[in-house]
């Protein structure tokens, strides 16, 4: 069929077009990877929900305090089997991914008690949590401390500094997959599990737990299915299937999902309490959809990777690398570069499409940093979005895409912008 013209009409020149054309035809055996990947992950959901006989009454909003709101305790027995775990926390009260976090590091530690991560600096968000920049509430403050562990050179785990690094004291050992805004590489499950084996072989007591942001449905297995005690999310990325609209999920042993609980609502309460009000409905039918926008997002992440790394552009991960999560990092180099990529993002969204992204200071970063996003739920990262800082080597991170086929025009536009500012030639 000829899209040229349609493309045209969304200010795709025949040109950018056809070169985003030749990068796919090459790209028909990765898709059809992620297409198996999804197929099996689809199953999954679907085996799960049939299991826990998911029925219309699921959907009944509940109010106050929530109790016996079967649609939300049917739902956690969803997540739990999908992620073949004893038991599940999934909640619109927890706020975000962060949050989630936050829970379940809390409701594990006590005073006195020593965390580890063996992946290096985690996550921005959560050195205000851990309390490594100081911050109010932090775990910190109750006397928790923390230490941490980078990854090798290589992006392997450091075994002999673990070994070093554990102390009697040490009470939960934290793993991210994602790389999150760093240059590392992102992790396999396969080598979180090997990570996980050589910690029980050490000591056996310690909680395991994995930050899966950005990773859920990406393989078909997950890090519970390799042994971590809690694996942690936010359902504005991967398994709200771009439908949730708030909320984080925690998936692991039933004793570690009990002390989650009594910590998010309260002692006593526990999982007894928690209105989901109307949301039910869209967690069900985001997580049913998940496997399949993931797959959308990394057919996005991969056309991307290849169509810059063919100009010359640095790509983590590169063209052909297997993928650990949705974030695909292109350092374009310039300013100017940045703003047209991510301007090209934003003209292409569904949502404030007419609007120019703008470099500002947001709190937490040393740097301003330019944010394109035209989304349905407002700050989702599993819905087309790309960021980067403004500050050399001028990378943008860029992730999602509900439909693949509008990540594919988010890509072209992109490029169309660099290519309209002079900035790259695809005639070479
Ligand atoms: C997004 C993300 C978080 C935090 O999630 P928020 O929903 O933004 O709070 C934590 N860890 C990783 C690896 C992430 O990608």
Redesign the pocket.
């Given at each position: 069929m000829d899209k040229t013209g349609i493309y045209e009409k969304c200010g795709i020149s025949k040109e950018v077009y056809e070169f985003g054309e030749k990068i796919l035809y090459n790209l028909r055996d990765r898709f059809s990877g992620i297409d198996e990947t999804a197929e099996y992950n689809q199953l999954k959901v679907i085996n799960a929900m049939r299991q826990c006989r998911v029925s219309e009454a699921c959907f009944t909003p509940s109010s106050g305090y929530g109790y016996n709101d079967i649609g939300r305790d049917t739902l956690e027995k969803v997540y739990a089997k999908v992620f073949s775990t004893e038991d599940a926390l999934v909640r619109p009260q927890m706020t975000?991914?962060?949050?989630a976090?936050s829970v379940a590091l809390s409701s594990q530690l006590r005073p006195g008690d020593n965390m580890v991560s063996i992946t290096g600096k985690?996550?921005d968000?959560?050195e205000e949590v851990i309390g490594i920049r100081k911050s109010v509430g932090s775990l910190s403050e109750y006397g928790i401390t923390y230490s941490q562990v980078d990854l090798k050179a290589d992006g392997s785990f450091d075994l002999e500094g673990i070994k070093a690094a554990i102390r009697p004291e040490t009470r939960l050992v934290a793993i991210?997959?994602?790389k999150?805004y760093q240059t590392r590489p992102s992790l396999s499950v396969g080598s979180i599990g090997e990570a996980i084996r050589y910690v029980r072989s050490l000591r056996d007591d310690i909680i395991i737990m994995v930050?899966n942001?950005?990773g859920e449905f990406v393989d078909t297995v997950e890090p519970s299915d390799v042994g971590a005690d809690m694996t942690v999310g936010?359902l504005?990325?991967n398994p709200g299937g771009g439908l949730a609209p708030m909320g984080?999920y925690i998936a692991g042993k039933k004793e570690c999902i009990e002390k989650a609980a009594y910590r998010l609502t309260s002692p006593g309460l526990g999982k007894e309490v928690g209105a989901t009000l109307d949301l039910n409905r869209t967690l069900f039918m985001g997580l049913f959809l998940a496997p399949t926008v993931t797959a959308s997002a990394l057919k996005g992440a991969i056309f991307a990777a290849n169509i810059y790394e063919k100009l010359g552009f640095s790509v983590i991960p590169n063209s052909t690398e297997k993928r650990c999560d949705i974030?695909q990092a292109v350092t374009l180099g310039s300013e100017r570069a940045v703003r047209a990529f991510c301007e090209g993002i934003q003209s292409a969204a569904p949502v404030d499409s007419h609007l120019t992204p703008e470099p500002w200071d947001m709190p937490g970063y040393d740097s301003p940093v330019i944010m394109a996003a035209g989304a349905f739920v407002s700050?989702s990262?599993i819905e087309l979005s790309a960021d980067g800082p403004i500050k050399p080597p001028y990378a943008v991170y860029f992730q999602g895409g509900l439909t693949w086929q509008h990540a594919k025009l988010g890509i072209l536009t992109s490029l169309q912008k660099l290519c309209d500012e002079k900035i790259v030639d695809i005639y070479i």
């Open positions: 975000c991914g962060t949050h976090l985690p996550y968000t959560l991210q997959r994602s999150g930050d942001c950005y936010s504005i990325k984080g974030i700050g990262s």
